[in-house]
């Protein structure tokens, strides 16, 4: 057995596959490598859709380096009201993409990340869901497994399959 606060494994951003941080960026921040922290075009979208349009199906508008700063410093933001939890959100991805690279914010973002059932981080979940190390994850199973991201328990391709297959196709 194994003791743990979080069942979580650390591991160096060379040893996560390509193949999961191209699905990352493709499905969480297609602008990733253009911004610095805030993209103000999907900010507009999701201002133009759920606030003018009443549509909430367009998902929110953080970046990768903000969903890291929601995940990482979520006591100190979520004190806040919704508008100063999203400026101080800001704040921090801007920051955080001055501190580092655009490969080592992926890299901490996918070290840290919730997969559901009590997993986090790319490496526990590639181990929990496919056997292997995340090194060695499929096209398909890196879109699995970044799709689960979006809802974990919704996208979970144990519980799920048929759902999670349709998520990991987009």
Do not use: C, W
Request: charged share 20%; aromatic share 12%; proline share 4%.
């Amino acid at each position: 057995g194994k003791y743990y606060v979080q069942n979580r494994l650390t591991i160096n951003n060379e040893n996560i596959s390509q193949h999961v941080k191209n699905a990352l960026v493709a499905t969480e921040d297609s602008r990733f490598f253009e911004h610095k922290g805030l993209d103000i075009i999907s900010i507009g979208r999701v201002f133009l859709k759920s606030i003018v349009m009443h549509d909430t199906r367009q998902g929110g508008g953080s970046t990768i380096s903000q969903q890291y700063a929601i995940i990482f410093f979520h006591v100190g933001i979520m004190a806040y009201s919704p508008f100063g939890k999203k400026t101080r959100e800001i704040f921090i991805a801007a920051r955080l993409e001055k501190q580092f690279t655009k490969e080592e914010i992926i890299g901490l973002y996918l070290n840290t990340v919730p997969f559901g059932e009590d997993i986090y981080g790319i490496e526990v979940a590639a181990n929990r869901f496919f056997g292997k190390a995340s090194s060695h994850l499929t096209p398909p199973e890196a879109a699995t497994l970044v799709g689960m991201l979006a809802a974990n328990t919704s996208y979970n391709p144990r519980l799920y399959p048929d759902r999670s297959m349709q998520r990991r196709n987009i």
